[in-house]
């Protein structure tokens, strides 16, 4: 899907004029919230996040994607890729979860408090509840240290 990459040649040039363009529709309640220790995670290539998390003096995790060759390098930021990222790497709970995906419920598992982003990133609610079972399936599944690989 990103191979059309590989085609721009000021590939670093534009990604900060689509930054220039667009980082003021990152939402003010973020902004007024944020913190160094942030963390963005995202399925998206590194080379398109890595400028905006550096602008807004945050850390970023996204899927490695080689510019010459048009490829993904690795694939693991991808809902549940993320909390196994994370675990397999022995990041500290995450305090605030924030998603505009159900697809991070892995993650939002894996933290002390869930929030869904939704209506373009104007409103934000409690994640939803999962059913009882699966919820306790899958929490024991992480307090026991095991590799998350939901079905």
């Known amino acids: 899907m990103f191979s059309y990459l590989t085609l721009i040649d000021d ?3 534009q990604i900060e004029k689509y930054w220039d363009k667009y980082e ?3 939402s003010a309640w973020y902004l007024a919230q944020k913190r ?4 963005i995670i995202s399925a998206s290539p590194s080379c398109i996040i890595e400028p905006i998390a550096n602008r807004l003096g945050v850390k970023c995790m996204a899927t490695e994607f080689d510019r010459e060759f048009g490829v993904f390098t690795n694939n693991l930021m991808y809902a549940k890729e993320k909390a196994a990222y994370m675990i397999d790497r ?3 709970v995450i305090e605030n979860f924030y998603s505009d995906s ?3 419920t892995p993650l939002a598992l894996c933290s002390e408090k869930a929030h869904l982003v939704t209506n373009k990133a104007t409103t934000v609610v409690d994640w939803p509840d999962l059913d009882p079972e699966t919820t306790k399936k899958v929490k024991k599944k992480i307090d026991t240290g095991w590799k998350i690989h939901l079905e």
Do not use: T, V
């Open 24 to 26: 003021g529709k990152i």
């Open 36 to 39: 160094e220790d942030d963390l």
């Open 102 to 104: 159900l697809a991070d």
């Open 90 to 92: 022995g990041f500290p």
């Open 11 to 13: 590939f670093d040039k």
